[in-house]
């Protein structure tokens, strides 16, 4: 059922492009079953609103006009009314069961299918957005659509129901009344004309500033230690102060159209309800309606007024939440996919690589930073890259694990284009150590096993103990079982460099590619990972960017890039006897 609903939403952003009207209606297919329960159990439960004007006739007309039998008139109609009041309470809550289970299904699966597109997407993609703006879409956006839905179901339901009974029984009752209440209506909802438009462009200001302040409070939570480090924290306060104030100035306009659109159109319900009172009052005094037809017809016609001024009312709750669906319909019709399907599957992973003639570029850039790179790589051979910032180490390790593909030439693996691999599958035999540690608020064994459905403790304790942490975890008060803190903010560089090393290592891959693993340890730890590399790497295609040259000694060939191209290429000691560029480099940093 989960899969469905996930498929039905996406199925409607697809069919539906910018039309969110119709994306909303058509997010809730195999959903409309509840939405009628809840409308049949809403008609029972809200009965006493319409009977009620009728019951008050019927006892002032009873009591004005002396019927017959008038106290048994009375107590009928009272029986009558308690009934259905007290019907209210379990109708109410079958019509609030169905509507809200179908309300809030749809949107857990709108945010689960956001998430599933999020990690759908390529890297350039995530580089390229900012991830409070992401967050502000799966939170905020997702909550305005909860919102659109429920609130335009319940209005939507009271003003067809309500309207439609009050107009019945009016037509029923006097033909005239019911003709000046059908002529009024229209003329009195003019005012959605004037404001819609400027609403709904507002609601689009507004939701790009909260964005982005979204986005800048994130990048100010992650750069508080810079900012405390040079004494910055008045700069920012003021950076952040300008920022506020244009969401502030933005929320403030909107509001103010919002609530001139409710005043004008309160003003203008409140006029036509009492030129409905006066019209009534000239038709007592023809003796066209009974006295007490009055009170049904004001009440009949309050109701109308009522349903239609909440309808109006609810336009700029419509206007927020179209616009959400807008801004999720940005992420969920990205094509900037990592695209598998029908591609080959890797079972299994040799580790032979080949670059022939690979150039890369940015799509976004001017420069082309890898220019005709050809490499040869057998499997278990270890091959290091250095090279100056810019030079274009990273871009290779990127092309590797799949992050981009070439522009020209072509990279193969194991004799398959990379193009034509189902990188998912490809992905679970290689193990990545970036520069950049990344870990979560777990605990340290969470972080370890990250991913994997099943591990013996003999595994993990290898993985530690080959990673050099065991001294950190016995020092620890709870082991491995340690919280680590946001992003292991509780932990040095070094160690969070060493747990992600513990986590590649787990995984026991065929690839294994170390991005400056070891450039946040010390001279002996350091030491110490090498000579556990120097283990792990046996039999195994290990590719590395070291900036540490004294690191790579051991490696079967060197790279030495510089502005996209090989300059240099050859073993530790070829390169040294050269003295060449590698040489030059490993003299400085003697």
Known sequence: MKKCIEDTILESFSQYKNRPSRILIGMFRGNYYRFVLSALFYIIKHSP???????????????????????QTIVMNALIIVVLVLLNIPMNYLHVHFSATAVRTVEGELRSALIN??????????????????????????????????????????????????????????GVVFLFFLLTIPMASLAIVFFRKRIRQQNHLFRKEVESTSARVMDMEEMIPVTKAHGLEKLEMRRMKEIVEKVSVEGYRLDIIQGN???????????????????????????????????????????????????????????????????????INEEDTEDNAGKLVIEGLKGDFEFKDVH??????????????????????????????????????NLLIGFALPTKGQLSVDGEPIESINLRTYRKHIAVVPQQTILFSGSIEDNITYG???????????????????????????????????????????????????????????????????????????????????????????????????????????CVLDHGEIIEYGSYEELIANKGPFYRMKNIQS
Do not use: C
């Open 49 to 71: 609103a319409w009977v009620m004007p009728i019951v008050i006739s019927n006892i002032v007309n009873t009591v004005v006009y002396e019927s017959e039998n008038p106290q």
């Open 117 to 174: 597109k999020l990690q759908q997407l390529s890297l350039r993609f995530h580089n390229n957005t900012q991830s409070g703006r992401i967050q502000s879409k799966v939170i905020r956006d997702v909550e305005a659509v909860q919102t659109l839905s429920s609130q335009t179901f319940v209005n939507l339901l009271n003003v067809i129901i309500n309207v439609s009974i009050a107009l019945l029984i009016t037509a029923v009752k006097n």
């Open 261 to 331: 659109f409710g005043a004008v159109s309160w003003a203008i319900f409140q006029i036509f309800q009492i030129g409905a009172l006066v019209f009534t009052g000239f038709m007592v005094l023809r003796g066209r309606i009974p006295g007490g037809d009055i009170v049904l017809y004001q009440s009949y016609f309050t109701t109308i007024v009522a349903q239609v001024s909440s309808l109006i009312m609810l336009l700029p709750t419509i206007a927020k939440g179209l616009e959400s669906i807008t801004s999720i319909e940005e992420v």
């Open 360 to 397: 890369f570029k940015y799509s976004s850039a001017e420069e082309v930073v890898l220019k005709g790179i050809n490499l040869s790589i057998k499997q278990g051979q270890t091959i290091a890259f250095v090279g100056e910032s810019g030079s274009g180490k990273s871009t290779v390790m």
């Open 452 to 558: 994997m459905k099943s591990v013996t403790r003999e595994k993990v304790d290898w993985a530690i103990k080959v990673a050099n942490l065991e001294t950190l975890i016995q020092e620890l008060p709870f082991g491995l079982d340690t919280k680590i803190g946001e992003h292991g903010n509780k932990l040095s560089g070094g160690q969070r460099q060493r747990i992600a090393i513990a986590r590649a290592l787990i995984r026991d891959p065929r690839v294994i590619i170390f991005d400056e693993a070891t450039s946040a340890l010390d001279s002996v730890l350091e030491s110490l990972i090498v000579e556990a590399m120097d283990q792990l790497i046996k039999g195994r295609t290990t590719f590395m960017v070291a900036h540490r040259l004294s690191t790579i000694r051991g490696a079967d060939k060197i």
